[in-house]
């Protein structure tokens, strides 16, 4: 039996680890650059919580509280693991930060250099591979296994590019500022790119059953406004702040009653979130003025192509491949592609958008992506290959970690 | 913090310019030194003699191995360094952008490892 009181704790703990992890990571690593670090004082900051808060009630100011520990807690390991000059001089950063600030800082005090640690993350001299993946785990405590899941890379590897990423940032002197603005566009893509993974995966939990991801694609909301109010002429930024709100506008009509998977084609769409549209519409509006097309922009106008056939009682699926061509041509991902072989296939018929999806599939790292194996378990099933389509079902049920999708795959599979 | 910026070119193409122009080449390293020193950034440097004066040693087995020329045969060689102060990989980057050799050549930025 848990108590209540281990209960509230534990609640409290889970809150303020969704709302303030990133911001008390950046706090921690501003000065001394080792966010590794941060994050090990921070995790025995909250091992502390769970221990202390149902005996001795949470606190009034949990993040306060968090950061006061993690701060003792990064200054014994820096004794633990530094020897001589070295340990001296984090010392000395520790303690002019702990001398800068109360010691116990309100959370309306502790400074956000949320947007300073996620520049570091994107810094040119970091991987391009890894600094999305980076900011997925330092500004928003993803672990490295979901983060690997999320990039199609295995665990391991991802486990490895991290640690490695995080000690490039401290040993090479990688600075936690935000650029300036001649910098800005430059620095600014792989900051996008970030933020919409960290949307992506918040977005595919719809049931909102773990709490992480539940707040993930407001999460990553929050940041697509935070880089749209610092950067307001930057259309990429408008546009990935569009796609998400048109994305998020559609979330509850994703799940009927009973928690089943609803596909676009047969969401209600009185279940759509009109203000949350009419707000994407706006930036994708502002976004266009400014004449520069971007990846953002397009995905963004897809959604606003969807809703407009909404309206419209039917989709326009001849512009929406019109689009994904122009994706294509941007990006050359093969999840674009199997977008664009579906819009296909809408527009001129299953067997056009199976030529499309064959050529795809011939990209490795769609072997083991769901959507791959289940957009060609439809397109089979309407061409008349019932026995192609039931082995494709098969393996796009085996893939899937959504036990709501999995139903709905398992289901399709039934009909044939 | 200390960084290195190690100067890698093709000394072949250098040797090879005309004398007027190998003396605006040595001119602009100078001011670079220079602006360096200004700023108060710079701790050393150095340009190397080239690779034809360039030993290799190498103990293996207990035995020395003695090789006459350069470590690396590569198209671009290492030919001089700046080391510098400053404080972090930003401030490092845009001086290493300034150097000439990222011009001609290229600039390896690394971060020393205090002893």
């Not at chain 1, 704790?9 to 921690?28: D, I, N, P, S, W």
């Not at chain 1, 799940?255 to 519409?281: F, K, T």
């Not at chain 1, 199997?338 to 599939?361: F, M």
């Amino acid at each position: 039996m848990v108590r209540d009181g281990d209960r509230h704790a534990c609640a409290a703990a889970e809150r303020t680890a969704r709302q303030g992890y990133g911001k008390l990571v950046a706090f921690l690593a501003h000065r001394t650059r080792d966010v590794a670090a941060a994050e090990d004082a921070l995790s025995e900051a909250f091992a502390a919580a769970l221990a202390d808060w149902p005996s001795q009630g949470v606190p009034d100011r949990p993040e306060a509280w968090l950061l006061t520990v993690a701060r003792r807690k990064a200054a014994d390991g820096a004794r633990r693991r530094r020897r001589g000059e070295e340990a001296a001089s984090h010392l000395r950063l520790l303690a002019e930060e702990l001398a800068e600030g109360d010691a116990e800082p309100s959370e309306a005090q502790i400074p956000d250099h949320r947007l300073a640690l996620i520049f570091a993350c994107a810094h040119p001299a970091i991987d391009e591979r890894i600094r999305a993946p980076l900011m997925l785990q330092a500004v928003l405590g993803f672990d490295a296994a979901t983060i690997a899941s999320a990039f199609l890379v295995p665990p391991a590897a991802m486990a490895q590019r991290l640690v490695r990423a995080k000690t490039k940032i401290r040993e090479a002197g990688i600075p936690f500022r935000v650029p300036e603005r001649s910098e800005m566009l430059d620095r600014l893509e792989p900051v996008l790119e970030a933020i919409y993974a960290a949307f992506s995966e918040g977005w595919a939990d719809p049931a909102g059953t773990e709490a992480r991801r539940r707040n993930l694609a407001d999460e990553a909301i929050w940041l697509g406004r935070l880089v749209v109010s610092l950067l307001p002429d930057e259309p990429e930024a408008l546009g990935l702040l569009a796609l998400m709100l048109f994305a998020e506008a559609r979330r509850d009509a994703r799940r009927n009653a009973c928690g089943d998977y609803v596909p676009l084609a047969d969401q209600d769409l009185r279940l759509w979130d009109a203000p949350l549209i009419g707000e994407a519409e706006t930036m994708l509006l502002r976004a266009s003025r400014m004449d520069v097309v971007g990846r953002y922009q397009l995905e963004a106008a897809v959604q606003s192509a969807h809703v407009v056939g909404w309206r419209a009682g039917r989709a326009d699926w001849a512009a929406i491949a019109c689009l994904y061509d122009a994706l294509m041509a941007l990006t050359d991902s093969p999840v674009v592609a199997i977008n664009r072989a579906i819009a296909v296939a809408e527009a001129e018929g299953a067997a056009a958008g199976l030529v499309l999806l064959d050529a795809a599939g011939q990209d490795a790292r769609l072997r083991e992506y769901q959507p791959y194996w289940a957009s060609r378990a439809e397109l089979l099933r309407r061409v008349g290959d019932r026995g192609g389509a039931d082995e494709a079902y098969q393996l796009a049920v085996g893939l899937e970690a959504d036990p709501a999708i999995r139903r709905f795959l398992q289901q399709r599979r039934d009909t044939l | 913090m200390k960084y290195m910026l190690l100067i890698y070119a093709n000394e072949g193409a250098f040797q090879a310019l005309p004398k007027a122009e190998a003396e605006r080449g040595l001119a602009a390293y100078i001011a670079y030194t220079e602006a360096l020193e200004k700023a108060g950034v710079r701790v050393a440097s150095n340009r190397l003699r080239p690779i034809a004066n360039a030993t290799t040693v190498r103990i293996a087995e207990g035995k020395t191995n003695v090789l006459n020329g350069p470590y690396a045969d590569t198209r671009e060689q290492l030919g001089g360094y700046y080391l510098i102060d400053v404080a972090d990989l930003d401030a490092a980057m845009s001086w290493a952008a300034r150097c000439p050799g990222a011009s001609h050549g290229a600039v390896e930025v690394r971060p020393i490892w205090e002893m």
